[in-house]
């Protein structure tokens, strides 16, 4: 069972293979890892214990950040996520970052944003569409329309707590007037846009 793999110089953790969206440009529906990771679909989710545990084989001073990004939402595991970040914070002043959909609250039916502070140090929000149809066609969220309003709301309650809050968006896959549209949005919110290759 895969629960970390390394890219570039990066410690990435996999939680789970949850998710609330269903985006049709997923990396899972081409393969079962990336990056020449072994699959990364899970027997089951491992516990925080056994992910500290796993954290051990690395010297973390020889990497950049931990990231937590998987096959699937991280903050489908809040408690889990937040329990080793602590840990790892303990003993190493590595940057760490999540990768998420922003759905976090939505999935946890409460505001997650005060369990990150002083433990995350940047999140990172796939914003992916500049308005709440187009992303709702594009990622086939389980919460339907209001997934959007909701990743931004995240977002925005993530900033005040979060060294660094980014939205990001696929180069390849918006008009640059969109783009502009989610730069603005960003911006309104106290966050950056971030406009990634597509890979």
């Not at 991280?74 to 889990?80: A, G």
């Not at 005040?160 to 989610?182: A, G």
Request: proline letters at 4%.
């Amino acid at each position: 069972m895969t629960i970390s793999y390394t890219v570039k110089n990066g410690i990435y953790i996999n939680l789970t293979n949850r998710c609330s969206n269903s985006c049709t440009f997923c990396i899972r529906q081409n393969g079962d890892g990336v990056y020449g990771s072994d699959s990364l679909w899970l027997e089951r989710e491992p516990t925080a214990e056994e992910v500290i545990a796993d954290l051990e084989k690395y010297d973390l001073s020889k990497y950049d950040e931990i990231v937590f990004c998987g096959y699937g939402e991280p903050t489908e595991c809040i408690d889990t996520l937040i329990a080793v970040a602590k840990a790892v914070k303990l003993k190493s002043d590595i940057s760490i970052r999540i990768n998420t959909n922003g759905h976090g609250n939505l999935i946890n039916g409460k505001d997650i944003t005060p369990m990150l502070k002083g433990v995350v140090d940047i999140i990172s929000v796939s914003l992916n569409c500049a308005n709440a149809e187009d992303y709702a066609a594009l990622c086939l969220p389980e919460f339907g329309i209001k997934a959007y309003e909701g990743l931004i709301e995240f977002a925005r309650l993530c900033v005040p707590k979060v060294k660094k809050v980014v939205l990001s968006v696929v180069e390849t896959t918006l008009p640059d007037e969109d783009i502009e549209k989610c730069d603005a949005l960003a911006k309104s919110i106290g966050a950056e846009l971030r406009v990634r290759p597509f890979e």
